[in-house]
């Protein structure tokens, strides 16, 4: 079955939007282009040739939860005929996504508005023969933070689905910082190393806020069942796959080590949340489930981009933002072209690839299907 643009299933929230920064679209990068300039040959797109992932949704009464793997292959249009996975629970009578871009579908291009949402979104994808598109709502939004996920809470209210949905939630990542730190791994004589402990104590704080956003969601959709998902480590152990094209110009060993490590952690802290909320999440299940397929060499295995280049379309694209940056920069031009250009340069590096939606969703998928 391949993917097709669903229309109708997208509500998109009121106060849900937010838009990205293009001021920081610019061809010249300051003191960020000599670096990037080693990564404009090592991260181009990712290769049409098979994968090997799992599709999830049939339902098959009785039978046991192992996945009957199969290959996608995408067509030049985009399209894959995912692989299936057969699993013990009824499917739900909905889905519902909230969260970040991790939910929106940021990675796939081809996004609809300001918040990156997409139908090729995992959320679109999940229960994909069971679930109709107009039983759907795509709510998450680029940039979200655990405050911004109240604003997509209104409309979840406001919905008029059926009771039992599947409400999924991915948030925590951009309260913490992560992109902006990551964005540091890449700048020369700056690293991020030394940021560990920084992120470690925001991660830490990070329990709390997330415990009661679970428990307003489920007072908002008492009816319904929340599982929340946590984040794929985005880089592979460098013990395990040392050499990385789309990395290691200007990844060390040493902070290759600490993004897992962090990533690891707020997946804990996602996961002590959940328990302490009475609710299920999915963040071991995403670790494994990326295992192997991390961001690397942006080769058709890798199911995350890694660092990923983006120019205007054209002289006057350019033109045009130049000018516009030029008028709303601040007296701090060259701190603005070093730390606000890669937000945006790089806006879909380290999230999922087509496949990587089918990993999300094969993950939500196991969770799904256990006891609970």
């Not at 030049?76 to 929106?104: H, K, M, Q, T």
């Not at 991660?203 to 599982?227: C, G, M, N, S």
């Not at 054209?314 to 730390?339: F, I, K, M, T």
Request: proline share 6%.
């Amino acid at each position: 079955m391949g993917i097709t643009r669903y229309g109708s299933a997208f509500r998109p929230g009121r106060s849900g939007s937010r838009r990205h920064n293009r001021r920081t679209q610019v061809r010249t990068l300051a003191s960020m282009l000599g670096a990037l300039a080693l990564l404009i040959t090592v991260a181009g797109p990712v290769a049409s040739e098979p994968v090997t992932a799992v599709r999830p949704g049939e339902v098959s009464s009785g039978e046991s939860a192992a996945t009957e793997a199969a290959t996608l292959a995408p067509s030049s249009r985009g399209e894959i005929d995912p692989p299936r996975v057969r699993i013990r629970r009824n499917p739900p009578a909905g889905v519902v996504s909230l969260g970040d871009s991790y939910s929106s579908g940021l990675g796939v291009g081809e996004y609809d508005d300001d918040c990156d949402r997409t139908p090729q979104a995992w959320g679109m994808l999940i229960f994909s023969d069971e679930i109709a598109p107009s039983d759907r709502q795509l709510l998450a939004c680029s940039g979200a933070t655990i405050s911004d996920v109240y604003d997509q809470l209104d409309d979840l209210e406001g919905g008029d689905g059926p009771g039992e949905r599947l409400i999924t939630l991915t948030v925590g990542g951009n309260d913490i910082g992560f992109a902006g730190e990551l964005a540091r791994c890449f700048v020369p004589l700056v690293g991020c190393a030394s940021r560990e402990d920084v992120l470690a104590d925001r991660i830490d704080a990070l329990v709390e806020p997330l415990r009661q956003l679970y428990l307003d969601v489920q007072d908002a959709a008492p009816a319904d069942t929340l599982i929340v998902g946590g984040y794929p480590l985005l880089v592979p152990d460098p013990d395990v796959r040392s050499r990385c094209r789309a990395l290691t110009p200007l990844l060390s060993t040493e902070e290759r080590q600490m993004i897992r490590r962090l990533g690891g952690a707020l997946n804990e802290a996602i996961e002590e949340a959940a328990t302490a909320a009475g609710v299920q999440s999915a963040g071991s299940q995403l670790e494994e489930t990326f295992d192997g397929h991390e961001a690397c060499a942006n080769e058709p295995g890798d199911w995350l981009h890694g660092l990923k280049l983006s120019w205007p379309a054209s002289a006057d694209e350019a033109a045009a933002l130049e000018a516009e940056l030029s008028a709303d920069l601040e007296e701090d031009r060259e701190a603005e072209l070093r730390w606000s250009v890669v937000g945006t340069f790089v806006r879909d590096s380290f999230h999922p690839t087509v496949e990587g939606q089918f990993g999300y969703a094969e993950a939500f998928t196991r969770v799904w299907s256990q006891p609970h």
